[in-house]
């Protein structure tokens, strides 16, 4: 079905390129132009609503949360803190030694 569209898309260019050469431009012309037009259009429409600038500013207010939550964190290695846990000798040694 596409291949048939296509098909007789490219028979009406060449017909239109043979008889009229002129009119092909302006054909293509006027379809350049609208399509500039109404991709500007929708643009200015688009960012006029907003719809960018809403999801922008949930996610500055979501960062915001988070940072409150988490506090700021520092791209610098934090300082370890001491733990108070301490190493306790087994007897894994006493027995290597009495196998060898």
Known sequence: MVLIILALAGIGLINILITNPS???MYLGIIVVSSIVLFTLFRFIQNRTGTGNRLGSKYRQAVKQSKKMHGKSNL???????????VIDGKKDKKKNGAV
């Open 23 to 25: 009119s092909l431009f």
């Open 76 to 86: 610098k290695k934090a300082k370890r803190k001491r733990t108070h846990l301490t």
